[in-house]
């Protein structure tokens, strides 16, 4: 008999070194920007090489070969992520950014946020429908950005 060994979210971290030795580089500020919120700060995974690379390896290792051809990162910290990512599965890279950032015609979504409320933007052209994309950022709170960009991406459906 065949018996699979369930694992919460948690235990399989802890059992996986890799992932575990990237979250122990992620330093949980707590009350930062506003009381309550539990702040997780990627400058210090940054600040090591090794964990850096892992990080960017293990995204690498999932989406390689999977045809993608756009990698879109959420401004801010998608732009640290997303771009090593789209030169190693050889995808574009697009960047979603915030509001009047972009120079030229852009599609533009809102949402909110943990801590307010915000909008994304892509410029129009820079994505054709049908293309296969991955969104990239740093965390989801409550997931109100990636939708957003993801409502963005939709738009382009086929
Ligand atoms: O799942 P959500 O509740 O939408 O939150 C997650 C988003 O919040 C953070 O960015 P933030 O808006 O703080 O902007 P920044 O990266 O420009 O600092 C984070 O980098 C995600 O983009
Ligand atoms: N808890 C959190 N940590 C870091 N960035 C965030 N953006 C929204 N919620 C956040």
């Known amino acids: 008999m065949l018996v699979r060994e369930q694992l919460t979210m948690s235990e399989y971290r802890d059992k996986d070194p890799l992932i575990h030795g990237i979250q ?15 702040f997780q700060d990627i400058t210090t995974l940054l600040l090591d090489p090794k964990a850096f690379k892992d990080t960017i390896d293990l995204f ?68 054709e429908p049908g293309e296969r994309a991955l969104v990239v950022d740093d965390l989801i709170a409550t997931g109100g950005t990636l939708c957003a960009a993801m409502q963005l991406l939709g738009y382009l459906r086929t």
């Open 24 to 38: 122990s580089k992620i330093r949980v500020v707590p009350n930062f920007p506003k009381p309550g919120i539990m």
């Open 60 to 127: 690498v290792e999932r989406y390689k070969g999977k045809n993608i051809s756009v990698v879109a990162g959420i401004e801010a910290r998608g732009f640290i992520f997303g771009p090593p990512i789209a030169l190693e599965i050889g995808a574009k890279f697009v960047p979603l950014r915030k509001p009047k950032k972009l120079p030229g015609k852009v599609i533009s979504e809102e949402y909110v946020l943990e801590y307010g409320k915000d909008c994304l933007e892509m410029h129009v052209g820079a994505v």
